[in-house]
């Protein structure tokens, strides 16, 4: 399997655009995370969603970012609109079960100006 | 887990001397205990993780993590560092729920870099 796989890896918007964040699991994977890191807040989860269900979504910070799932194969980050202060890497991360590690991807670094 | 905490926010070491990169946490319920390395630009990978049994789990590139329960402690150590072992590591911590498993989401200490030197 190619690991988790995001896109795009960079991300450039201005301030007030809508950004889309894409996330491809591991195949087979029933678990789904977001997570956001910075220089301030660290690695902070956002979202997880398990069999396609979200079930934790209050790490999400504002009614301004939104999470999908619409099948197994692929979820959505959005953003909108989006601000300088969401500049941060997103990481997308798959586990097989809730007690099984995760995999992470290779993340999307967003850059709002 | 309320909170994990990497007490040392940089190490730096000479090659082939060890290191222990520490690592405490805060829960009302028990814990899976894991170590991520992450290398620049890139995403976090997994270097070991305790689930149960016994408390000095080994992972790769040499790594080892010990669990002290009593201590709420999960310690890093390698033996002998390597120029290549220079990284980001997070301790991250999943709480598990009443009956013995977890929900899989992890709570991420603040990270530590080590920085190898020659």
């Known amino acids: 399997d190619a690991g988790v796989i995001q896109s795009p890896r960079h991300e450039v918007t201005e301030m007030g655009q809508e950004v889309t964040l894409r996330c491809k699991p591991i195949?087979?994977?029933?678990?789904l995370f977001w997570y956001r890191q910075t220089m301030m807040r660290g690695l902070e989860l956002l979202i997880y969603?398990?069999?396609?269900?979200?079930?934790?979504d209050s790490g999400m910070p504002e009614d301004r970012f939104s999470a999908k799932m619409p099948n197994a194969s692929f979820s959505t980050l959005k953003i909108q609109p989006s601000e300088p202060r969401d500049s941060a890497v997103y990481f997308c991360?798959?586990?097989?079960?809730?007690?099984?590690?995760?995999?992470f991807g290779q993340g999307t670094r967003l850059t709002v100006v | 887990a309320q909170s994990v905490t990497q007490l040392d926010s940089q190490v730096p070491v000479f090659e082939e001397a060890p290191v222990e990169l520490r690592c405490n946490y805060s829960?009302?319920?028990?814990?899976?205990l894991f170590w991520y390395v992450q290398y620049p630009n890139q995403g976090l990978q997994l270097l070991l993780k305790?689930?149960?049994?016994?408390?000095l789990v080994k992972g790769i590139n040499g790594f080892e993590a010990e669990f002290n329960k009593s201590q709420t402690s999960f310690h890093l150590r390698k033996p002998s560092v390597h120029i290549s072992d220079t990284a980001e590591y997070f301790c991250?911590?999943?709480?598990?729920?009443?009956?013995?498993?977890?929900?899989?989401?992890?709570?991420f200490g603040q990270g530590t870099i080590l920085t190898v030197h020659p």
């Open positions: 991360a798959s586990s097989l079960d809730g007690n099984t590690e995760a995999f």
């Open positions: 195949s087979g994977h029933d678990y």
């Open positions: 969603f398990n069999n396609n269900v979200p079930i934790d």
């Open positions: 829960s009302s319920v028990s814990v899976y």
């Open positions: 305790y689930l149960s049994g016994s408390t």
């Open positions: 991250a911590v999943s709480d598990l729920n009443a009956g013995g498993t977890s929900y899989g989401k992890l709570t």
